[in-house]
């Protein structure tokens, strides 16, 4: 799949964190053509979106366990976690685990 370079990512936010994101499903971060790690977009939210960004990571800046992001499809805890490259006109979805019984 082809993928424009647009200078930004789109982070889509699931339904049950909306009200963190001022009711938005999708929020847009500028980033340079070379990319971001993950650990640094979530860092450029935390400055318009800090409660979101609090629910996705804990006080020691790592992931939540609840909290799976996917960038472009794939797990980023399967890759390189918070040191996931996320390149301009990528799309990373945050999904929150779903329990049950």
């Given at each position: 799949m082809t993928r424009t370079v647009t200078g930004e990512v789109r982070l889509r936010i699931p339904g049950v964190l909306r009200d963190l994101a001022?009711?938005?499903?999708?929020?847009?971060?500028?980033?340079?053509?070379?990319?971001?790690?993950?650990?640094?977009?979530?860092?450029?939210?935390?400055?318009?979106?800090p409660e979101l960004v609090r629910r996705l990571r804990d006080e020691t800046g790592a992931l939540r366990r609840h909290v799976n992001l996917f960038v472009d499809g794939e797990d980023a805890r399967r890759g390189s976690g918070l040191q996931t490259v996320v390149m301009p006109g990528a799309v990373v979805h945050v999904l929150p685990s779903v329990a049950g019984g």
């Open positions: 001022g009711g938005a499903g999708e929020l847009r971060v500028a980033v340079d053509e070379a990319g971001v790690p993950l650990d640094q977009l979530l860092s450029a939210l935390s400055d318009s979106w």
